[in-house]
T-cell receptor
């Protein structure tokens, strides 16, 4: 079993839809949680990061962490074609901090007009 | 803020050539920089972690003599792929963390290396 599981998709949605992206993990010691967006042939871009549990909102993006279920989510409201990209979740524990990230495989999202 | 620049973005060269890739933090000082490799439609694989002024720490299975890393300043790290062969063809991405505070990694735009 991988430490971090993420459905690779592709996920295809119409413009304006609410998108839900998810990752599950097995290591209960994970405390740092991140979401990155990666466009084709580009490096990952940091979208959101949280420490421990709870929700965080930034514009159209909301990140949720449910440590009891070992489940994190990224919601995108009013999705736009420019949101079409691969979304990577990443996480780590206290000892690794932001240095030792474990990445999910990435979910490819396509938002069509 | 937190911009990481990587150069070159694309390299095509003959087998046996050594290739140097630069990673710069443009608007912050980076005590720690990281080098990743990414295969098509796969996630990122950490190759090594470099701290300014000290030797890089390589992940298991990564040949340190093959992938030379230098982190000579707080804004620059370099990865040299020595005597590159076709199997070294890949997408190489660097990232950096700010010296101040407990901040996540910020990534460069990657270098696509093709060895003929």
């Amino acid at each position: 079993q991988k430490e971090v599981e993420q459905d690779p998709g592709p996920l295809s949605v119409p413009e304006g839809a609410i998108v839900s992206l998810n990752c599950t993990y097995s290591n209960s010691a994970f405390q740092y949680f991140m979401w990155y967006r990666q466009y084709s042939r580009k490096g990952p871009e940091l979208l959101m990061y949280t420490y421990s549990s709870g929700n965080k909102e930034d514009g159209r993006f909301t990140a949720q962490v449910d440590k009891s279920s070992k489940y994190i989510s990224l919601f995108i409201r009013d999705s736009q074609p420019s949101d079409s990209a691969t979304y990577l979740c990443a996480m780590s524990d206290i000892s690794g901090g932001y240095n030792k990230l474990i990445f999910g495989a990435g979910t490819r999202l396509a938002v069509h007009p | 803020g937190a911009v990481v620049s990587q150069h070159p973005s694309r390299v095509i060269c003959k087998s046996g050539t050594s290739v140097k890739i630069e990673c710069r933090s443009l608007d912050f000082q980076a005590t720690t920089m990281f080098w990743y490799r990414q295969f098509p439609k796969k996630s990122l694989m950490l190759m090594a972690t470099s701290n300014e002024g000290s030797k890089a720490t390589y992940e298991q299975g990564v040949e340190k003599d093959k992938f030379l890393i230098n982190h000579a300043s707080l804004t620059l790290s370099t990865l040299t792929v020595t005597s590159a062969h076709p199997e070294d063809s890949s997408f190489y991405i660097c990232s950096a963390r700010e010296k101040q505070g407990n901040q996540p990694q910020h990534f460069g735009d990657g270098t696509r290396l093709s060895i003929l």
